[in-house]
């Protein structure tokens, strides 16, 4: 077994020394990047496809054939199958590719940061298998995180087989981010403002490369996903003046509720991380807290659009959308911080989604004539929660023009996204990705300076 996998590995060599003329000259560099990027966002386009699908067959398993065995313990059967899915995702983790536990973008962003853009070939595989399984088996998590990782790692393989320099690599992976971001919710423009806004902390110039790889990764999913909006909801606008201070009410609100999220998550991965228990098996412990809150509230199950698309076409109580904000938080901060793996765009959506329709219902109750209904207060929210934890305003905003195919409520949306950015910027100076490189010691965003210096 070892001298064929050492034979195999020499053909490999052999092979990519004799195509270093593609890599280094067949194209001028400009025109080779563009070729890279097409590539990169294609083969994205097909991960997020792959991940999607599986996402699809695992829960399917998991909520029918599994649950037929698994019915014999009655209602408590639901309980069961978060841990199920730890239990195979933690020793997956553990022996092959550690970086796959947990959201994955702070891990994006230390490669950005630290490691010259350099991503393990194998993390993209893993993280495949181990979001599927962690979401599908109903895990509190998003499945734009594993997405964005395996973009990344696809545009970090791809630009360390073509050579690149440091600069470029970075710039490859961001590329691959962007595209797993539009793959996941149909929106290449959103998909490619977070690349620049999130992982690299600032815009660079090579930004259209970025577009390009976010187009091409999204016409791929459209391809075979379907070209529809990541939520079908109703359309919303302003109704009278009055509401734009409740729409700032409700961005002071999202901030705190961001803030309160930022905290408990850190908190839980620290309580686990502290947990003197084997690092593969906990998981299973974190699922089983989920399963828990999957036997009362199993609207919070998986990614949870359907429940988010409810709370859209106020199909839910101002106590159920309360009640689901705090189960949410709990579960997402369960399995992420146990080592599951899931990403936490989709949970700050539903959590925004929530505490927005909660809020929208009781000023509708009180302002009937001059107030939009409660799903207008949901849809704000859902940006104005991302935009105060991930600290990204622009993204939040174009994100949900292009996941709901409405721009008629741009005053309100931007009066709150705007508020609950600033609020969160004045109580913490860091960010849902960016604590994590604060604690790790990794400065950013980095700068041209530190990657010289990197490289040397």
């Known amino acids: 077994m070892s001298v064929r996998l050492d034979s195999r590995i020499k053909n490999w060599r052999r092979w990519a020394e004799h195509t270093a003329w593609f890599r280094s000259s067949f194209l001028p560099e400009q025109n080779y990047l563009i070729f890279l990027s097409v590539a990169i966002g294609v083969l994205t386009g097909l991960g997020s496809v792959a991940l999607i699908k599986l996402l699809y067959i695992v829960s399917r398993f998991a909520r029918g054939q599994l649950t037929m065995l698994t019915g014999v313990f009655g209602p408590a059967e639901l309980v069961l199958l978060p841990a199920l899915g730890g239990l195979l995702v933690g020793p997956i983790v553990y022996r092959f590719a550690r970086e796959a536990r947990g959201h994955g973008v702070p891990e994006v962003m230390t490669a950005l940061a630290a490691k010259g853009g350099r991503i393990r070939p194998r993390v993209a595989f893993v993280k495949v298998i181990a979001s599927a399984l962690t979401i599908g088996f109903g895990g509190v998590a998003g499945r734009e995180g594993p997405m964005i990782q395996i973009g990344a790692a696809i545009g970090s393989t791809i630009g360390q087989w073509a050579r690149m320099s440091p600069a470029k690599l970075r710039t490859l992976v961001a590329c691959g981010a962007a595209g797993g971001i539009a793959a996941t919710f149909n929106a290449p423009i959103a998909g490619a403002i977070f690349a620049m806004e999130v992982l690299m902390g600032r815009m660079a110039a090579d930004f259209l490369l970025v577009l390009l790889t976010s187009l091409s990764s999204c016409f791929v999913a459209r391809h075979f996903l379907g070209d529809y909006p990541a939520f079908v909801a109703p359309g919303y606008a302003l109704v009278s003046a009055v509401e734009l201070p409740l729409y700032l009410l409700l961005g002071v609100m999202t901030g705190l509720a961001a803030h309160l999220y930022v905290s408990l998550l850190y908190k839980s991965e620290e309580l686990f991380s502290r947990w003197i228990f084997p690092e593969y098996l906990k998981p299973a412990v974190g699922g089983l807290a989920v399963g828990v809150l999957l036997r009362f509230f199993p609207e919070i199950y998986g990614a949870g659009f359907p429940a988010m698309e409810a709370a859209l076409w106020v199909r839910l109580s101002w106590i ?136 040397k």
Do not use: W
Request: with cysteine; aromatic share 10%; hydrophobic share 50%.
């Open 320 to 455: 159920l959308l309360i009640c689901l904000f705090f189960a949410e938080i709990a579960g997402n901060c369960l399995t992420l911080g146990s080592g599951g793996s899931g990403g936490v765009f989709a949970p700050s959506l539903y959590m925004g989604a929530m505490l927005g329709g909660a809020f929208g219902t009781a000023m509708h109750a009180l302002l009937p004539n001059a107030t939009a209904g409660s799903g207008a207060y949901a849809m704000v929210g859902m940006a104005a929660m991302f935009a105060a934890a991930a600290k990204a305003p622009t993204t939040s905003i174009l994100i949900l023009f292009e996941m709901t195919n409405d721009y008629r409520i741009i005053l309100p949306l931007m009066m709150a996204t705007v508020s609950s950015a600033v609020l969160s910027n004045r109580l913490s100076p860091f960010s849902v990705y960016t604590l994590k490189l604060h604690q790790r010691g990794v400065r950013f965003p980095y700068s041209e300076k530190d990657e010289t210096q990197k490289t």
